[in-house]
């Protein structure tokens, strides 16, 4: 897999307080978390058709176990919630949308804007950096149980 480190300005998430609550729900009524057979080694309940076949180059979300379709959706849900996303760009939407599971994999999800349909991956061992930004925050961030 190709390695995908590197400072890109545009995979940084919003500072904490910079989106309102009713923009993030806005959001979370306008786009949604599907995902694409290019990121899955076990199709789950995706329904993908043709089955899946991701591609060498492409980071997995279930590299490690298989993830249900509405698993990946209450994160995607999560991230935004927690303002977890990409500034906002002229189409109103984020590039990105960041969430950790209970195990500490960080996801991202990612789409086109104004595309609302959103797929995601999990941040593997070849984006330390960029998992730790991401995972740093959302501790901040995350309530408390």
Known sequence: MAKREGNRPDRRYAPLGSISRQALEQ??????????????????????V???????????????????LAEAQHLFAAGISL?????FDAGGAPKYVW????????????AKPPDPVYHGYRLGDDEGAMRRYILDEWRMRCPKP
């Not at 959001?27 to 993908?48: I, M, W």
């Not at 991701?54 to 279930?62: E, F, I, V, Y």
């Not at 303002?83 to 500034?87: D, I, K, L, Y």
């Open 50 to 68: 043709p089955s899946i076949n991701p591609r060498p180059a492409k980071s997995l979300c279930d590299d490690l176990r298989p993830l249900t």
């Open 99 to 110: 969430a950790v599971d209970g195990d500490g994999q960080v996801y991202e999800a990612k």
């Open 83 to 87: 303002g977890m996303v990409s500034p």
């Open 27 to 48: 959001l979370s009524r306008e786009v949604r978390y599907s995902g694409t057979a290019n990121h899955k080694l076990h199709p789950g309940d995706y329904g993908f």
